[in-house]
């Protein structure tokens, strides 16, 4: 044992007792720090389901160190297990694990009498909680590192060829820039030299044992658990030469099968990626609730907080529209939302196409809410011809400093780029967020959506953003609905790639649910039909279908106080037909006035006397 470490403590699970154990600096054969339990030290009886699968190194230890007789029926605390002789693990997770019976970050767990862990006493180890990380190992030169080394001796490595040597853990990034500037001056660009900064820099500092590493390999993610400090070799290989100690679960998880924001994350072009913002997604792959939860009474935790990698699991949903909501809205049968749902769960995006005045951003509002669950998770956007990326995502404006009222220009978020920050949160990743783009067809839509063009077709990748470099990815439960006035520009000229990456739904007078709406709210309205008599009789007249007039133009109260109606026909909708037919040698109010359609409506039979 090491005079420079205390003594730890392991508070079992389920109110169990105190175990007490010992750090050490000999290293197992990976390069992990081994530690030591003495005799008469309490041992869990029972493990958790998940235990076999999460930690199979530390279960057939478990299991062998039983069938030995080393761990036995204790006879200080009934009903528990306790070590009989001194027992040296290969790390503290390791026998953290044994003694819990399941998956144990030994780095954290493991406290002073004080009450602090085992991390405070490492040298080089940053503080805080830990973190979720990605480093790539296959095609790294040619070789898959992964099958050929990682898996087979338990490591993780990152290639430094050029770094000189004595760079070691806890190496600030000021002094790795200026390494990595000298060693590699002539080796690197100076893109390439400023990710590498970043890269060592997590490798070697940032990341610290307790922490989650993952890799991917053959189709598969493998998930493992830093247990030592970095440490550089002066091997051959130097593909390899920055190693760190990892015990690897033994089952990877087919890529396919992950979740789609993990498959974002995993899609970052780099060597190293934290991957902390779905680190509860990735504690909880391949395990159900109930063993999510069996695993988690085992932490001393709060009861009544959520375990986050259920609440990270939980499916993302969009409610089925009701009778009631049909109702509401006036649409002709259930089954039409229930499809318009349908293709927003499928395509991700969606366009409401059709004439003025056919309800479209009144739909697309109101079905937001009710897909969203409120008002909160919706928000709207119009787009004009002046509309641009930086309107819509992010950009460089001009901003005031309130203190020294000086103006320059900071990188400042669009609606899009906050709609996606909120739905990425914490907590909001299985609510759906909705984005209404009024108007989308009157902006140039590739100038608008930029690099995010491809993020619409491809939700499970990331790409580089142009103004702050971050990786980013649309989150799955941010939804798009776009309203499009045909009467400004004919859905068959707008683009394929525009075509390609939303549905179109037709909201168009010849068809339902807009054919007979007018008709629906004057009878909920207690009025008389005459007003849809007149509208149909109007779009009969016109032959163009993108021109025909939508029936909001006749659901206000104005219309119906006195002389509205004819006020409304002069004002609202005969312009619009003055404008189709401009040039044309076309009398409008002859065509289309109220007086002309009346009089070719089916007179009412008159009644005898």
């Excluded at 154990?21 to 009886?45: A, E, H, L, Y």
């Excluded at 029926?73 to 009934?78: E, F, G, K, M, N």
């Excluded at 491809?458 to 103004?467: D, Q």
């Amino acid at each position: 044992m090491a005079d420079d470490y205390p003594t730890f403590r392991l508070r079992l699970p389920n109110g169990g007792p105190e175990a007490r154990g010992w750090q050490t600096d000999k290293m197992g054969t990976n390069g992990s720090r081994k530690f030591i339990v003495g005799p008469g030290q309490p041992v869990r009886p029972d493990v958790v389901p998940s235990f076999s699968r999460r930690v199979a190194s530390a279960h057939k230890l478990r299991e062998q160190l039983i069938a030995e007789g080393r761990i036995r029926q204790s006879q200080t605390w009934p009903g528990w297990l306790e070590t009989r002789d001194e027992i040296t693990f290969n790390s503290s997770s390791e026998a953290a694990a044994v003694l819990a019976g399941r998956s144990s970050n030994g780095w954290a767990e493991w406290k002073s009498d004080d009450g602090r862990p085992l991390s405070d006493f490492m040298p080089g180890v940053w503080a805080g909680p830990n973190r979720t990380w990605l480093v790539r190992g296959s095609s790294v030169a040619g070789l898959d590192l992964v099958q050929r080394l990682w898996l087979p001796e338990g490591r993780v490595t990152l290639a430094a060829s050029r770094l000189r040597q004595g760079v070691g853990q806890g190496t600030s990034k000021d002094r790795l820039r200026t390494l990595v500037q000298e060693d590699y001056e002539s080796a690197a660009t100076y893109s390439q030299r400023q990710d590498l900064v970043e890269e060592l820099h997590a490798f070697l500092s940032r990341m610290k044992p307790g922490d989650t590493v993952c890799t991917i390999s053959g189709g598969r993610l493998y998930l493992g658990e830093i247990t030592g400090e970095a440490e550089q070799t002066e091997s051959e290989d130097r593909r390899s030469n920055l190693r760190r100690p990892v015990t690897w679960q033994d089952d990877g998880h087919a890529y396919d099968t992950l979740p789609e924001e993990l498959q974002q994350k995993l899609s970052i072009q780099h060597d190293v990626v934290d991957l902390t913002a779905v680190q509860a997604v990735i504690d909880g792959l391949g395990l159900t609730d109930e063993e999510l939860a069996d695993a988690a009474e085992a932490i001393e935790r709060d009861p009544s907080v959520e375990i986050p990698a259920i609440t990270a699991l939980r499916e993302l949903e969009l409610p089925q529209p009701t009778d009631e909501l049909a109702a509401q809205l006036l649409v002709h049968r259930t089954e039409w939302l229930r499809e318009v749902r349908d293709l927003l769960w499928d395509e991700r995006q969606l366009v409401l196409y059709g004439p003025p005045g056919t309800g479209k951003t009144y739909l697309a509002l109101k079905l937001a809410e009710f897909l969203g669950g409120g008002p909160e998770q919706v928000k709207l956007v119009q787009f004009h011809p002046s509309y641009s990326y930086e309107d819509f995502f992010e950009g460089f404006r001009p901003q005031e400093d309130p203190e020294t009222r000086e103006v320059a220009f900071r990188l400042t978020a669009g609606p899009l780029r906050e709609l996606a920050d909120l739905a990425s949160r914490e907590g909001n990743r299985h609510i759906p967020h909705f984005l209404i783009i009024d108007e989308i067809n009157r902006a140039n839509l590739a100038k608008v959506f930029g690099e995010l063009y491809f993020l619409l077709e491809y939700r499970n990748k990331s790409v580089r953003l142009t103004y702050s470099g971050d990786d980013f990815a649309l989150p799955p439960n941010v939804f798009v609905i776009g309203t499009m006035n045909t009467a400004d520009r004919s859905i068959a000229l707008v683009d394929a790639a525009m075509r390609r990456r939303f549905a179109f739904v037709e909201l168009s007078p010849r068809t339902e649910p807009t054919s007979g709406l007018l008709r629906r709210w004057l009878k909920s309205q207690g009025k008389g039909c005459e007003p849809a008599d007149l509208l149909d009789a109007l779009n009969a007249r016109i032959d163009e279908p993108d021109f025909r007039v939508g029936p909001s133009y006749l659901m206000k109260r104005g219309v119906y106080r006195d002389s509205g109606l004819e006020r409304t026909w002069r004002t609202k909708i005969l312009p619009l037909l003055e404008e189709h037919h401009y040039g044309e040698d076309v009398d409008i109010e002859k065509r289309y006035g109220l007086a002309a359609l009346r009089r070719s409506l089916p007179q009412p039979p008159e009644q005898s006397t």
